[in-house]
Every structure is written in structure tokens, then in C-alpha cells.
């Protein structure tokens, strides 16, 4: 099954949502840029259908459609990295169309992804950055995704990083880490950044400290994910910031407001620190106890970040 075929499937499932006839439309306007061969669609009307599909499917396909777990599960079979949870339908008809063309391999398929990008509005580069992963020939894109990281617009920014193997695949370690720092500065689930435990280092350990360092200084909060960067590379520098963030805990009531305790305790299983875990244990504190609990049986992976996002953020 190809990621065109499985789009296509889950659009199928959503149908309540969208508009009556958009489906019909979809399949026509894929038939139409399929049927250009491998000559390849003029890159305008290219750029129409993909405009078109707003509203050809309508309204209720922005928003967030909810697919089913083995759905879920079945887009990381054949894609390890991708998680289309977040997408919505809108975004899944356009990257269905995107695949549609027949010299995605080819410099003119290539010349017709970058001419979409360069007249794109917001939400069709949500879907032009989300099929980054499901095109041939990925790292000839690695550029345009590099430039997804510089966007003020978070929405694009997420679709650029989040829920897919792109970053982990093509960047270098220098695009990665920015694409991290990035990701702390505005605020979207650093969790969902696929492989972040496997493409930890120093050097993105010492730019996350440098933050925390800053943003305390400025009296600002520190992200609970920041401290999911730091991993086995914390050293004593890590390990104090954890500690100042962990002695937070005691003046803080609010659920939210002790994420940032809470994460630096799971960060401490990560960092290795098996006997400040034990300590915290032996303390009797209720609020930092099942993390610490948590991190001596294991359950530190990035995955477990997911418990300090604000319901608004998931």
C-alpha cells in the first residue's frame, strides 16, 4: 500500500466531514494530474487544484479529524516516523494530490513541488511540508524543509517537524538542534519531533541549558520539554539545572505549573541518576514520586513527554 492509496482510505473513513462531492472531485482532479504522465501538470494548474481543494471539500475538512488507533497504527507501518493524528482532511486530499503526479522523481516534478511552495497561503504549505516524507528523492527537498524551521507561522512550522522522519532522516546535526531550539521557543509538543532520543548530543544539550539559563534569568518559565534534550548528555551543568527546577515543586499547586518539576525528574532517569530517583522515592512527595517511578522502570523516552501538554497543545 502506498501513502496515496492509505490518504485515500482514511479520507473515506472521514467522509461525514467533508462536502458533498468533494470526494468525487478529489478523485477526478487525481485522475486528471495522473493522466499528464510523466511530462507532468503545468505547475499553475497544479498550484489551482491544490487551491481548489478548500474549497471542493469545504470547511469542516480543516479541522482535525480523528482516526481510528489501527489507522493510526497502520500509517507507522508503512512509514516508519509518520503520525497523521494531527493532520486534517484538507491537508490529506492535498498531499493525495501531490502524489498524484506521475514525475515526482523526475526535475520536473521536483521544479513543480517548489513553484507550489513559492505561491502556497498558509495551509497549503501545512500540506506541502507534511508530504516531504512521501516523496522520492526526499533529500532534494532538504533546503525548502530548512527554510519551514525560519516560518513565524507555528502552524507550518509544526507541519514541517512534527509527527514525521523527515528532520531525523535528511537534516544535519546543526539543522536538527535549530529545528529543536525552535520548537522550544514557540511552544509545540517537542515530543512529537520523531527520534529526538536518537539524534541527542552535547552540543544540543549545552544550546537547551544556555536557554534555561536565559529564560531564568529573565524570570520566564522554562518548557517542560526542555528538559527532554539533555538525555546522558546532562553532565553536572544538567544535573544542577534539574535540581533547581525540581526544588520549584514544593511552592507550586497548580497540575500545569508542575510539569517543569516533574519532567526534570523524569530527566533525571535519563540523565542516569538512579540514587536522586531512589531519594525522591524515599521523600514521600506525592508529586514527584510516580515520575521518579516511572524513570527507574524505564518509562523516560520522549514518548512519556506527552503527559506535560497542555490539553489546548495536544
Known sequence: MSTKVILRSF?????????????????????EITGCGLEGMEDTRFGVLLSLASRKLGHSAKRSWSLSKSEVDSAGIL?????????????AARVHLILSRMDLELESGAQAIESAFRFADEGELCALYRSLAHLPGGKRFVWRAAEGCRTNMVSVFAADVLDTPYPAEHFDAVAFNQAVIKALFVGVPLHRLWSL????SADLARMALDLADERRSAGREISPDLWLCLGTFSGERGLAALELEIARAPRLSDEEALFGPRAAVLALGRAGATQRLREIIASGDSSLAPEAELALGGEAMQHSWSRFVAPTLC
Open 11 to 31: 479520507l473515506e473513513s472521514q467522509a461525514a466531514m467533508i462536502k458533498d462531492g468533494g470526494l468525487d472531485w478529489l478523485d477526478a482532479a487525481s485522475d
Open 197 to 200: 532520543d536518537r539524534r541527542l
Open 79 to 91: 512509514r516508519e516516523g509518520w503520525n497523521p493524528t494531527h493532520w486534517t482532511a484538507l491537508e
